[in-house]
């Protein structure tokens, strides 16, 4: 482990909390382009399996930096890689209107999370963290704070709430236990 895992793994952990608190269930945390998101997990697991093309550059390069020797058992030849279907993530949004930006045959859809309140009721109550840490910006995002991206899929962008804490939570701090 290394320290930019060790940072990469406690903004994860952070952004998971921060969602929990918020009230979204059935969620992870994943970094998509340099923006942390909220994803719903049934979207996530629509998707096959990532696997690493062990003839891919990437691999190779991996390889050859750590000196590992070919570990290929004889005789066993590499299976072709399955490339994901981003078009699995349709059954999971829903299309959205957007201003004019876009091609004619583009459209965008929105990613939807579940949240206690749809199950639960609005108990809202503002987050006990400061505005600020140690003079920074500690940047609350709201139902509204979406990053739109690609993904591959042609012509549909996805839209991702963003990651981070909340002005509401909806649940005492106080009173929870892990």
Known sequence: CNANDGVYCSVLAQNAVHAAMAGYTGVTVAQ???????????????????QVDL?????QELVSSTFQPDFTPDGCEQQDVIKPNPE??????E???VVDCLCPDEEVRQMQLDHV????????????????VKG???????????VTQTLGASNVR?????AGPRRQIYFRPQEVAA
Do not use: Y
């Not at 340099?34 to 049934?42: A, R, S, T, Y």
């Open 95 to 97: 299309t959205i209107d």
């Open 117 to 132: 309140k749809d199950r639960f009721g609005s108990q809202a109550q503002p987050t006990t963290l400061n505005e600020s």
């Open 88 to 93: 699995a993530l349709n059954d999971c949004s």
């Open 136 to 146: 920074g910006d500690l940047g609350f995002h709201d139902a509204d704070s979406w």
């Open 55 to 59: 003839r891919g550059r990437w691999f």
């Open 158 to 162: 996805l839209q991702m709430l963003k």
């Open 32 to 50: 998509v382009q340099q923006q942390h998101v909220l994803l719903p997990i049934q979207c996530v697991t629509k998707l096959p399996s990532k």
